[in-house]
């Protein structure tokens, strides 16, 4: 058998050490898919006494990652730090730099600096691989940039991170508040100490923003996309959500129009018939709509060891056998200039819930208010009456402008009988 293909892995943390026991416990199959075994030759990460539940002994540890690039024994370096800044981009840039191919599960780092390594790693006839960086164990990235290659999508829609879909699915099987769920979360381990990444939607933007350039073949713009988490969502709305036929999902969805790329992640309510509601607790899912393949949507594990670990050594075998595709699908100069649209420039349904006085006309200064913004109502619940005090009403609209709503709801919060600031939530198709 060929030479083994030398890796030298940064980070040994809980991708890091899945890819130490995938190797070890898939090293046959690897080895007859790869055409050569693949071996872990020199790791670095902080701690050297940390007792990381694989054996380490015979690989070479650096203290400072950025050395692996510079080890002439190590063909290959895979990045497991994380961050978009620090060791992870330094040990990454000075790889290419140096000619070595690069496998990173960081979305961080390619959604905000794709671009330049991209083009870095293009100049200097290295890959950059990042099959790990979306959604985990779904192998989203070759199915977009190879298996639909043939196709143009019009638009991708995602379930892109497993603690806020295990929070919003626990909410609504359980009926518990946001707040709680998530201590559950942290408790459990679903959930990062400091969870404002997940829960504030950014890291499903960096997957989002990652999918969207491959998908639409444009240069990577993380800058543009709009960002909503699910800090607000609360049991009530996803219990009207429930009466009304949907579930709130936060979703990452990227369309192309004739004006250009939105991209957005937010919560959203999907009719619960439809295939992405299904995916539940820290299940991610993606939803790409192909113009000859038509609808193709994956669904798996989105993180943890084992799917992430078979992601970055999916890339591994590809390395090992030569195979290679540009980084975003096309060179760099064959991507489409496409423009970036704002999130005024979205139009849908929309779901709002107000605390209102339970006074007469109160009703009809909301609908007034909605009238006049051009908005045309759907649908209205009032559940339960106690005159004097906060209820809730709930009201959808037919198809409307983001601008029209969002001047309309400002009116609305401004009205003395409306209690609190409006709660409102996007309807998508799935
Ligand atoms: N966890 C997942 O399920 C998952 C899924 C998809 C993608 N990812 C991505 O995979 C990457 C790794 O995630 P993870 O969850 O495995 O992280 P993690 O458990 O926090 O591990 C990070 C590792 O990096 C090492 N490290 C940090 N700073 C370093 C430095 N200055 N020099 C050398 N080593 C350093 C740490 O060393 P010590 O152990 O000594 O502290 C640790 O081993 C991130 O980009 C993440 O976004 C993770």
Same mark, same amino acid.
Request: no cysteine; glycine share 14%; aromatic share 2%.
């Given at each position: 058998m060929a030479r083994p293909l030398s890796v030298g892995l940064a980070g040994l943390g809980t991708v890091g050490a899945g890819v130490l026991s995938l190797l070890r416990a898939n090293a046959d199959v690897v080895a007859a898919r790869a055409g050569r075994p693949v071996a872990v030759t020199a790791v670095s990460a @902080?701690? @050297?006494? *940390?007792? @990381? =539940?694989?054996p380490l002994a015979g690989l070479r540890w650096y203290d400072?990652?950025?050395?692996l690039a510079a080890d002439?024994?190590?063909d290959v370096v895979v990045e497991?730090? =994380?961050?978009?800044? =620090?060791p992870a981009r330094a040990l990454v840039e000075a790889s290419i730099a140096a000619g070595k191919p690069v496998v990173t599960a960081n979305k961080a780092l390619i959604a905000v600096h794709g671009a330049a390594l991209a083009a870095a790693a293009e100049a200097a006839g290295v890959t950059l691989a990042f099959? #790990?960086?979306? #959604?985990?164990?779904?192998p989203v990235i070759k199915a977009l940039r190879?298996?639909?290659?043939a196709n143009r999508i019009s638009r991708i829609a995602g379930i892109l991170n497993g603690t806020c879909n295990y929070i919003l699915t626990t909410m609504r099987e359980r009926g518990r508040e946001f707040a709680d769920v998530l201590a559950d979360a942290q408790r459990l381990g679903?959930?990062? #100490?400091?969870p404002a990444f997940d829960i504030d939607g950014v890291d499903a933007a960096h997957k989002l923003a990652i999918l969207a350039a491959l998908a639409f073949g444009r240069p990577v713009d993380f800058p543009a996309v709009h960002i909503e988490g699910i *800090? @607000?969502?609360?049991a009530l709305d996803i219990a009207f959500a429930g009466a009304l036929g949907y579930r709130i999902k936060l979703l990452g969805i990227a369309t192309r129009t004739e004006r250009g790329i939105k991209a957005r992640v937010h919560p959203a309510m999907v009719?619960?018939? #439809?295939?992405?509601?299904?995916?539940?607790?820290?299940f991610n899912a993606v939803v790409m709509d192909a113009d000859f393949a038509g609808r193709v949507m994956l669904e798996g594990r989105g993180a943890g060891a084992g799917p992430t670990a078979s992601a970055v050594v999916a890339d591994l075998i590809d390395l090992a056998r030569g195979r290679a595709t540009p980084v975003w699908g096309a060179a760099p100069g064959a991507l489409a200039p496409l423009d970036s649209l704002p999130m005024a420039a979205h139009s849908g349904a929309f779901y709002l819930r107000l605390m209102v006085v339970? *006074?007469?006309g109160v009703i009809a200064d909301v609908t007034a208010v909605l009238r006049d913004a051009g908005v045309s109502l759907e649908s209205m619940l009032q559940r339960g009456r106690s005159p004097g005090e906060a209820v809730p009403v709930v009201l959808t609209t037919h198809e409307t402008s983001e601008a029209a709503m969002q001047s309309a709801l400002g009116r609305i919060a401004a009205l003395?009988?409306?209690?609190?600031p409006p709660t409102m939530i996007r309807i998508e198709p799935g």
């Open positions: @902080r701690d @050297r006494g *940390r007792d @990381r =539940g694989v400072d990652p950025v050395a002439p024994a190590v497991l730090i =994380g961050g978009a800044e =620090g099959e #790990a960086a979306v #959604a985990g164990g779904i190879e298996g639909l290659a679903y959930a990062e #100490a400091d *800090r @607000r969502i609360s009719p619960d018939s #439809a295939p992405i509601a299904l995916v539940e607790g820290v339970d *006074r007469p003395p009988t409306v209690l609190e």
